[in-house]
């Protein structure tokens, strides 16, 4: 029997009916989006004790789709109260009534702000802390607000730096298409139905409307079936009331792959603004979608060429979403590692060191990639498989490739120019081409520093090519046990190509498949909270051009 909702928790469970759903028989995300707003104002409202509004919605990621007959349960409780305002978790569950097999539709967090009434001051007590996921949750609203409070500035700041940017996987490519024909534009008059309990329209409602809009515009670009993936984190600008006129235009603005973000913006007119044609911005938000054919497998999206200055605005403005949307998914992630090392086997070296190398080239084959930023000389590409994240970053550096070759394959050399790297040093020379390493790497965000037990392996190039391999990957090693000192972490797979462009200089390419350990190096760089990727890059390639042709490292 399942528990009663425990207290500061607001539960909703609803039978999904032929009313909910699309046209495929899913729930419409729309109707999950009214349900998810509801349950979220009804918790701020049992904390607060007072009438709340919707102030911003963080991303959410739909990780299930559900159907006619199934039930869903919405379960929202307010993580921690500031003075005014309220962050509030959501956490929504399918359920199959014939198998009784329970599955995690969604997690996101929303924030509600009390309204006073009349010119009474509000200050929100605390939130009573029971058990120690509570702890958990109250600590990263903290880190989540940040993050909130950062989103505007970071965007514009991502933004001044692509400027001069263009996504060079558009360069001569076919199949390219505009976005002109998958602009929607769709009006609601808003009825006392669509207002909420104070006479505001209702938040939910409006998201519903634009999702319908977004769904239309995506529908243009797939020639499929799309369905929602997640929302982009958005706040509301401004409320509307009945009588209001909601204009909701959508358009695509940039194709990953197989995802498209599609946004959308809504204006309000009252009946005096609609005569003069001057409306009210309240809204905007951005919406990514997948698609099916009719086989359901995945389509791919054309990739856009963005022709109006306009166009180029919304295409550079997709790329920075989609790379804070990245480091938020990960700065804020508190998932458990689940180690995938193996343990080191003499007998085994050479299959060891082979699956190594190979592990690395079939990561940089892979055809995915997506280029979040791009300099003259760094360019840093990010790849997400089911929840896995990848990052490439490609250097151009005026020096042979064999010299590149000797200081990165040797990685007691890396703490000179790694940040990260406190010490490195080898346990085990097994052959020419592979080596044991033990890694101390610095603290991140107050926990221990972590450390890692970590095999590379090297490889020249074959007769006819040009690329030299340094691949990394963790194993456990009996005589390296954890020490309570440091957190015992995880390299999946990671490691150097480099290739030769002429005789003096090379493109040197860094890959790291990511663990739930590593993620916080990478994820405040991500999001745009950073430079760090960029620093070690620079650093690595100011470390390779300063080196002489032996080998020796000058110290400037």
Same mark, same amino acid.
């Given at each position: 029997?399942?528990r009663?909702a425990?207290?500061?928790?607001v ?10 759903a ?5 729930l419409?995300?729309g +109707?999950?989006?009214k ?8 918790a701020a409202?049992?904390?607060a004790?007072?009438?709340c509004v919707t102030a911003s919605?963080d991303?959410i990621?739909?990780?299930e789709?559900?159907r006619v007959g199934?039930v869903i349960?919405i379960k929202a409780k ?12 959501i956490?929504v &569950?399918?359920q199959?009534?014939l ?10 967090f929303s924030?509600f702000v009390a309204k006073?009434?009349? =010119?009474?001051?509000i ?7 029971l058990?120690?996921q509570d702890h958990?949750?109250?600590?990263l609203?903290?880190e989540r607000?940040k993050v909130?409070l ?6 514009n700041n991502?933004?001044? @730096?692509?400027s001069s940017?263009? /996504?060079?996987?558009?360069d001569e490519e076919e ?6 024909g998958?602009?929607?534009?769709s ?11 104070h006479?505001?329209t209702f938040?939910?409602? &409006? ?6 809009v977004? #769904?239309i515009s995506?529908s243009?670009?797939?020639k499929?079936? !799309?369905?929602?993936?997640?929302v982009d984190?958005?706040k509301f600008?401004?409320p509307?009331?009945v009588g209001d006129?909601l204009v909701?235009n ?10 498209v973000?599609v ?7 009252n009946c ?8 009210r ?6 919406l990514?979608?997948?698609?099916? @054919? ?8 054309p990739r856009i ?6 166009d180029f ?6 790329i920075?979403?989609?790379?804070i949307?990245?480091?938020?998914k990960?700065v804020i992630s508190?998932?458990?590692e689940v ?5 080191w086997?003499e007998?085994?070296?050479?299959s ?11 990561l940089?084959?892979k055809r ?7 300099s003259?000389?760094?360019k840093?590409y990010?790849?997400?498989? +089911?929840?896995v994240?990848?990052v490439?970053v490609?250097k151009?550096? =005026?020096?042979p490739?064999n010299?590149?070759?000797c200081?990165?394959? /040797?990685?007691?050399k890396?703490?000179?120019w @790694? !940040?990260h ?6 346990i085990?020379?097994v052959n020419?081409? /592979?080596? &044991?390493?033990y890694?101390?790497?610095s603290e991140v965000?107050g926990?221990?520093p972590k450390?890692f ?8 190039p074959?007769?006819d090519?040009n690329t ?8 456990i090693?009996?005589?390296? !046990?954890?020490s309570p000192q440091y957190?015992r972490s995880e390299?999946?797979?990671?490691g150097f190509l480099?290739q030769?462009?002429?005789? #003096?200089?090379c493109?040197v390419?860094y890959?790291n ?6 993620l916080p ?5 991500l999001g745009?909270?950073?430079k760090?990727i960029e ?5 690595? &390639?100011?470390?390779i051009?300063?080196a #002489?042709?032996d080998g ?5």
């Open positions: 029997m399942e009663l425990a207290p500061g928790e539960r909703m469970s609803q039978a999904i009916q032929p009313a909910h699309n046209a495929r028989g899913e419409s995300a +109707q999950l989006l349900w998810i707003d509801t349950t979220a104002c009804l409202e049992k904390h004790g007072v009438s919605m991303d990621q739909f990780e789709t559900a199934q349960t307010v993580t921690r109260a500031f003075s005014t305002s309220m962050e509030i978790s956490k &569950i399918v199959d009534t198998t009784g097999i329970e599955k995690l539709v969604s997690v996101a924030t006073p009434v009349g =010119k009474e001051k200050h929100l007590k605390p939130v009573i802390l058990t120690e958990v949750e109250h600590n609203a903290s607000r909130r950062q989103h505007e500035d970071t965007f991502l933004m001044k @730096d692509s940017f263009e /996504d060079p996987t558009c199949g390219i298409v505009a976005t002109r998958t602009a929607v534009q009006i609601e008059l808003v009825l006392p139905p669509h207002a909420n309990h006479g505001n938040g939910g409602q &409006i998201m519903a409307w634009m999702e319908t977004a #769904t995506a243009r670009l797939c499929g079936h !799309p369905f929602l993936k997640s984190m958005f600008r401004g509307s009331t006129r909701f959508a358009i695509v603005n940039n194709t990953f792959q197989t995802c973000e946004g959308v913006r809504v204006e309000a007119f005096r603004e609609w005569s003069e044609g001057r409306g911005h309240i809204n905007s938000a951005f990514i979608y997948n698609a099916v @054919d009719d086989k359901e497998e995945l389509i791919t999206f060429e963005p022709i109006s200055q306009d605005r919304r295409y550079r403005g997709a920075a979403r989609k790379r949307r990245l480091g938020r990960y508190h998932k458990e180690p995938l090392c193996i343990q086997d007998s085994k070296q050479a060891l060191s082979n699956g190594n190398v190979e592990a690395l080239r079939k940089a084959a995915s990639w997506e280029v979040i930023s791009a003259e000389k760094i840093i990010t790849l997400e498989e +089911q929840d994240l990848a490439w490609e151009h550096v =005026k020096s490739a010299l590149a070759y200081l990165l394959s /040797d990685f007691t890396r703490p000179l @790694d !940040p790297y406190m010490s490195c040093e080898v085990d020379r020419e081409n /592979d080596q &044991i390493y890694i101390i790497c965000n926990d221990k450390d037990t970590v095999l590379v392996s090297r490889r020249k074959l007769k090519g030299y391999m340094v691949a990394a990957k963790s194993i090693l009996p005589s390296v !046990p954890p957190i390299v999946i797979c990671a480099i030769a462009i002429d005789s #003096t200089s493109t390419s890959l498949q990511m663990s739930a350990s590593i190096y990478f994820a405040g760089n745009g909270w950073s760090s620093e070690a890059a620079a650093s690595c &390639i100011q470390f051009e300063n #002489t042709d020796h490292i000058s110290i400037l």
